[in-house]
Structure formats: structure tokens, C-alpha cells
């Protein structure tokens, strides 16, 4: 078993020992820890990985002899010469093969391959759990700062209509700015009322990733804050080449696909077989009443036998040559994996760096939107400025608050991608 899949076992087996808590607070470290301990992916692909380390033996390979253990009895009657016989023989055999053109060290060889991509896709599935943790509590985070924004705005405009319902009964305003008052504020009841079912929803999403009950509620205690970092690209391109999950199976796959063509090769060596063992025999007759006649015997036996096909109508070649197609067609598909990550790791990295300068431009915003509104607040109220100017003002500092918080989100996400690419969730080191 590889390195990395005994780090990511002994992990799992570290965090099953804590005990349940009833503490409610949630951190994203404590999350990570449910997730690795419950989710479904991750608990069927280490099932995988037992199965693998299992099959990973000289026995499966064949290079451990078998022994097999025979016991027969027979019975017969002449009716010409009124002859009764019986025999009964015991056996213990044990066949071996010596020699089958390396195919048992191979065998072995693509056995450890196959433990250790499946330990790969371990990590994968670890990888991509971890990061749909990381996303799914941001987005907890995210809904929740969200709620607060519309609240902010459903509580101005209850304000609002407050004060229209007190001028009207002192003769001040018409029924026409009260009704346009209390339209907009049963609007923005209804916004912040389904944005109660959307957290809501946010949260039995993330228990679904950690394995939790979906009705467990958690106090959330994370900031959300991106905590941009700078990267340099050349690095992450290394890392990406070096310590990419996926790209690492495919680069076992392809030993995979050497090794099959070494096998394939094997067939046009002889096998050796040596078969040994001893038969224990006891027969008796009886021949028409007369006394019966018994034999024993107990013979050990020796067997060496070489067998070698010449020729089997091409069969052998054509599987040399399909095997070979799939060595190459797997080297192609590492080349395009590689691109194809490359591709990927410069489209992110792009939106990484944009989404850091978003942020700044959407805080910006946010500032001039929450002074703009204080301002309309006072001119509203003195009358200096109408109802309709006072909403526009309201729907710019919504849409302002609401773009921070999404520019936050947008940049938590681009730096996850970047980590989970660059193999940064799981490393030897």
C-alpha cells in the first residue's frame, strides 16, 4: 500500500475514534472531519482499496502452489460370474506451476499497480469531498450574509411604511404612498422569507456531503472571508504536473497497460508444472460366495511436465498487438489529460486574479452604496427627494451588498479549484 493511501486511512481511523459531540458549532475544520468519517463516497472507496490490498498477494498471482484432496469409492457387479467388487482410494495432490514466462511476477507487479490506483482514486474521491465541503460551507456562509442584506432592506422598508401609515393618519401623505409603501416592503418580506427556505436548503445540503441527518442545524463560526493569496503561476503550473490526483492514476494506468503487454508476451513461453502427491488405495472381491479377496496400496508420485503452444491461429500476436494499442492510446490520453489540466489551471488562475480585483471594485461599491443610502434616508425623509428616487437608492445598495457577497464566494471557489488542482488537499510532504 502506497504512502499516500496509509496517510489517508490513518486518518479516517484517527477521526472514527473521536466520539459524537453535541456541541452544535460548526467549524470548517470539524466539518472536514464529519466528511472524512461519513460520507458515501469516501466509505465505499475505501472498501475499494481493502478489496484491493486483499487481492494484492503472491496467491492471487499464482505463485503459491494449490493442494487438493480426492476421495472416491466404487462398486460393481458381475452378473456373469456373480462377482461383486469394491474400491475406495484417498488422494492428496499438489500442483505447482514453476515456470509460465514471468507471467506470476507480473501479475504480482500489475497487482501492486492496481492497489495503488485504487488508492488514487481514494485520494480523488477525498480530494473532491474536501473541496465540496469547503464550497458547500462557504455557501452556508454565503446565504446566510445574504438573509442578513435582505433583512436590512425588508426592515427599511417596514421603516418606510411606518412613517407613510403615521403621515397618513396626520393628514400628511395619501393613500396612494402608502399602499406603493407597503407593497414594497411585503416584496421585500417575501425576498427575505424565501431566502430563509434557500439557507435552509444550503445547510441539508452540506449535511448530505458530511453523512449528517438533514435536519440537524449547526451554528456556523467560519468568517466568511476569502483570504486571497498571490500565486505565481509557473509555480501552480509545476505542482498541477507533479501532485494532480487524477493526473497521477492516469500516469498507473499506463503501467497498467505496460505491464498487460508484458503478460500478453508470457504466452510464448513454455509452462512448467510439477504435480506431487500419494494415493492411498483398498479394493475387495468376492466371487460368488467365496472368500473375499483385498488389496491396499499407498503410492507417492512425482510429476514434471513442460507444455508450450506453437501455434494457436495468431491468437497470441493479435493480443500483443491489442495491448499495445492500449499502451499507446492510454500515453495519448496523459497527453491530453496534461492539456487538458493546463487548460483548465490558466482559465481558473485568470478568474482567480480578476475575482481578487472584482472584490476590491464590489467593496468599493458596497461603501459608496451604504453612505448613499444613509444620505437618501435623510432626503426621503425632509422630502428633498420622492419615494421612487428612495427605492433606486434602496435597490443599488441591494444589489451592491449582494454583489460583495458573491464577489467573496467567487473567490473562495477560484482558490479551492486552484488547491484541488495543484494536489494541495492531499501531498506526501
Do not use: C
Request: negative net charge.
Amino acid at each position: 500500500m502506497n504512502k499516500q493511501l496509509s496517510y489517508i486511512i490513518l486518518f479516517i481511523f484517527i477521526i472514527s475514534e473521536f466520539p459524537a459531540s453535541a456541541q452544535k458549532d460548526l467549524t470548517l475544520s470539524l466539518a472536514l472531519e464529519k466528511a472524512l468519517q461519513n460520507n458515501y463516497g469516501i466509505i465505499l472507496s475505501t472498501a475499494d482499496t481493502e478489496i484491493a490490498a486483499i487481492n494484492n498477494s503472491w496467491g492471487t498471482a499464482g505463485r503459491i502452489p494449490t493442494v487438493g484432496f480426492d476421495a472416491s469409492s466404487s462398486n460393481s457387479y458381475d452378473l456373469l460370474d456373480n462377482t461383486a467388487s469394491n474400491r475406495l482410494s484417498l488422494a492428496l495432490g499438489m500442483d505447482w506451476i514453476l515456470f509460465d514466462g514471468f507471467r506470476v511476477d507480473i501479475t504480482k507487479d500489475k497487482l501492486e499497480d492496481l492497489e495503488t490506483l485504487s488508492g488514487g482514486r481514494l485520494a480523488v474521491v477525498v480530494e473532491n469531498t474536501i473541496e465540496d465541503v469547503i464550497l458547500y460551507y462557504q455557501n452556508v456562509l454565503l446565504q446566510q450574509e445574504r438573509l442578513k442584506v435582505l433583512e436590512k432592506v425588508m426592515t427599511l422598508s417596514e421603516d418606510r411604511y411606518n412613517y407613510e401609515m403615521k403621515r397618513y393618519e396626520l393628514g400628511g401623505s395619501v393613500t396612494y404612498n402608502v399602499l406603493q409603501a407597503k407593497t414594497l416592503y411585503l416584496s421585500d418580506k417575501a425576498s427575505f422569507m424565501n431566502q430563509e427556505v434557500v439557507v435552509r436548503n444550503a445547510i441539508r445540503n452540506l449535511n448530505f456531503v458530511l453523512g449528517e441527518d438533514p435536519v440537524v442545524s449547526w451554528k456556523f463560526t467560519e468568517p466568511f472571508d476569502p483570504a486571497a493569496e498571490e500565486y505565481v503561476l509557473s509555480d501552480l503550473l509545476a505542482k498541477m504536473l507533479s501532485n494532480n490526483q487524477t493526473l497521477q492514476n492516469q500516469y498507473v494506468n499506463l503501467m497498467l497497460q505496460q505491464k498487460e503487454v508484458a503478460i500478453q508476451k508470457s504466452d510464448y513461453y513454455p509452462t512448467v508444472r510439477l504435480g506431487a502427491g500419494i494415493e492411498n488405495s483398498y479394493s475387495r472381491m468376492q466371487q460368488d460366495g467365496g472368500d473375499p479377496t483385498t488389496t491396499s496400496g499407498l503410492s507417492p508420485y512425482g510429476n514434471l511436465s513442460l507444455s508450450f503452444d506453437i501455434y494457436d491461429a495468431g491468437n497470441r500476436a493479435s493480443d500483443i498487438q491489442i495491448a499495445r494499442i492500449n499502451e499507446e492510446m492510454a500515453q495519448v490520453e496523459i497527453e491530453q489529460m496534461e492539456h487538458s489540466l493546463t487548460n483548465l489551471l490558466l482559465n481558473v488562475y485568470d478568474y482567480y486574479t480578476v475575482r481578487i480585483a472584482l472584490l476590491e471594485v464590489a467593496v468599493e461599491s458596497l461603501e459608496a452604496a451604504e453612505l448613499n443610502l444613509q444620505i437618501a434616508d435623510e432626503k426621503f425623509k425632509t422630502g428633498a427627494i420622492n419615494s421612487f428616487n428612495y427605492r433606486d437608492i434602496q435597490l443599488i445598495y441591494l444589489n451592491a451588498a449582494l454583489g460583495r457577497l458573491q464577489a467573496v464566494y467567487n473567490l473562495i471557489d477560484s482558490k479551492t479549484v486552484l488547491t484541488r488542482l495543484t494536489g494541495g488537499f492531499i501531498s506526501d510532504e
